[in-house]
């Protein structure tokens, strides 16, 4: 498969280019989605291409404009929200949940939303407390809405193809540190399957589950795992709702050792989730109890030193690693 290098933020650019080229219904709009090209850029010279019609800058109103796209979506058209930090969805909460989740369902089926809302999620680097939420978990909650967490740049784009084609609405969170992150990305009209799980790693000793920055922070530990003589397997869920527990659960059946990490906090995180699940798919075939490695019960700091107190860290997954091992 030929494949291009190409930053995570060119792969969603990319994206929404070519599903906005394919399709007349999908439209772009949020905060300086347009004339700025994007507080991140991943809009980047789309307003010159496709015009103001179709990638519109909002007001700083985020009920408001995700307001009028439930009800874009409701007439058939395909919006994609983007909220320039998925913190500021909170905003929005009423119309996410109150109606984008929910209009299928009341209606009786008449009115399916397909709609995107998308944007950086989690903590980034110094933005603090009121910037930082990692809000899968929120989102999941509901029923009605997809909730699908990319790492890589190529998981980036094809989720989003795939999410601007679905019936309904998705919760699409990305990392803004992951923006500028390169990597491979088939060309041509590459799609990843909402609902399905990948393998970045195989390895039989121990299973961690990570998604989002927190797989490419175990991906990086792999050198510290091998000196420990640990030969670690990733499962990246890439959708959080629905999540695939089969993919999950077959590597457990392998290694019969799991590890979670988020960047969320840890009661009712999204790790609380695919714990229950695992525990109650595969119990006998664990052979440790499941570890998780979650944000400290503190909203995030804004100090560079309590920041990295805060949030998941290798030497933490490697003791976890190692725990479940019962080599600690």
Do not use: W
Not at 64 to 83: D, Y
Not at 153 to 174: C, F, H, N, Q, T
């Amino acid at each position: 498969m030929e494949t291009q290098q190409i930053t995570y933020r060119e792969a969603l650019n990319q994206a929404l280019a070519e599903e906005m080229e394919r399709d007349p219904l999908v439209f772009l709009m949020g905060e300086e989605v347009g004339a700025y090209n994007g507080a991140y850029k991943v809009s980047q010279g789309l307003l010159d291409r496709f015009g103001p019609m179709r990638v519109l800058d909002t007001p700083i109103a985020e009920n408001g404009f995700t307001g009028l796209a439930v009800g874009a979506a409701m007439t058939g058209l395909r919006p994609v929200v983007e909220f320039m930090s998925f913190n500021f969805a909170l905003v929005a909460m009423d119309q996410i949940v109150s109606n984008a989740a929910k209009t299928l369902y009341m209606s009786g089926g008449q009115f399916p939303l397909p709609m995107v809302m998308r944007g950086p999620g989690g903590p980034a680097a110094r933005v603090a407390a009121q910037h930082s939420n990692s809000l899968e978990s929120i989102f999941a909650y509901f029923p009605g809405l997809i909730v699908v967490a990319p790492s890589t740049p190529a998981d980036a784009k094809g989720l989003l193809k795939s999410a601007i084609r679905s019936p309904g609405p998705v919760m699409m969170i990305e990392n803004e540190i992951l923006y500028g992150v390169s990597g491979a990305v088939p060309l041509g009209d590459h799609t990843v399957p909402i609902g399905k799980a990948d393998v970045k790693k195989t390895g039989r000793d121990v299973t961690i589950v990570a998604h989002g920055r927190m797989s490419y922070m175990v991906l990086a530990a792999a050198g510290v795992f091998a000196r420990e003589g640990i030969d670690i397997e990733l499962v990246d869920p890439r959708t959080i709702k629905p999540l695939d527990i089969e993919t999950i659960a077959a590597s457990v059946r392998k290694t019969h050792r799991v590890v979670i990490v988020e960047e969320g906090h840890r009661f009712c995180g999204v790790g609380a989730e695919i714990a229950d699940q695992i525990y109650s798919t595969c119990f006998d075939d664990l052979d440790a109890p499941i570890v998780r490695i979650t944000h400290t019960e503190n909203p995030l700091p804004y100090a560079r030193n309590l920041e990295a107190a805060s949030l998941p860290n290798v030497d933490q997954v490697v003791l976890a690693a190692k725990g479940v091992l019962y080599r600690a």
